[in-house]
């Protein structure tokens, strides 16, 4: 949420207070629409392990730096942010070309976040997030990595659980389709309490959940 401002956190605590009202609900219907085709993009904080084919001396793990860019050897400052592994691999070749004949490099992954654009973003009343001092719970934000095939359950699993005052069936994810955010509504109580998985619906990358406070 770092990019977020001051007016963004305004408006979004304000849409936590609303969630859930008058938005269209988010079914499993929606998701025999949802495509399938997703790549992971590498981004900062990521680490990558280097493979170099017949070259186990300039083989290697590097950590994506903050400006998105990596340093190996034979080849310094290296843009990584917003490539695919196979793209990144690529670019190395062509950057160790001039030092080795015909490089093959593999690229993988691990313990990667991504890049902003493709984390889920999950903001309100969730686990550990409550001062437990009653109706003044706190309001809490946390982003996860987007792993493919990801559904409601699964992101409620990594969040912990809602905090103690979570109007779990109010919530509601905001989704950019089109390149336009839009709002769906959720039923997160119906699906935790009352094992009801036709509320377990897809998440996509760049999702943002929004669960509000219940008022009583």
Sequence with gaps: ????????????LFIIVIS???????????DAIISSDYTYII???????????????????AHVRPDGKITIPLAEDLLASGKTPSQLARVME?????????????????????????????????????????????YSA???PYKKDMTLLDLIIQIGGLGQFADGNGASIIRNIDGEPQHF????????????????????????????QAFF
């Design 1 to 12: 949420m770092r990019n977020i401002n001051v007016k963004n956190i305004i408006i979004l």
């Design 20 to 30: 859930g009202c008058g938005y269209p609900q988010l079914t499993q219907e929606d």
């Design 43 to 61: 981004g900062p904080g990521d680490s990558v392990s280097i493979f170099v084919w017949g070259n186990p001396d300039i083989s290697t793990t």
């Design 94 to 138: 062509k950057a160790l070309s001039k030092y080795v004949r015909d490089p093959q490099v593999v690229i993988m992954v691990a313990g990667g976040q991504g890049v902003y654009s493709q984390q889920v973003r999950v903001i309100g009343q969730i686990s550990g997030g409550s001062s437990g001092s009653g109706m003044s719970a706190h």
């Design 142 to 144: 946390k982003a996860f």
């Design 185 to 212: 509504g959720i039923r997160i109580d119906d699906l935790v309490d009352k094992a009801d998985l036709s509320a377990n619906v897809k998440i996509l990358p760049g999702d943002i959940l929004i669960i509000p």
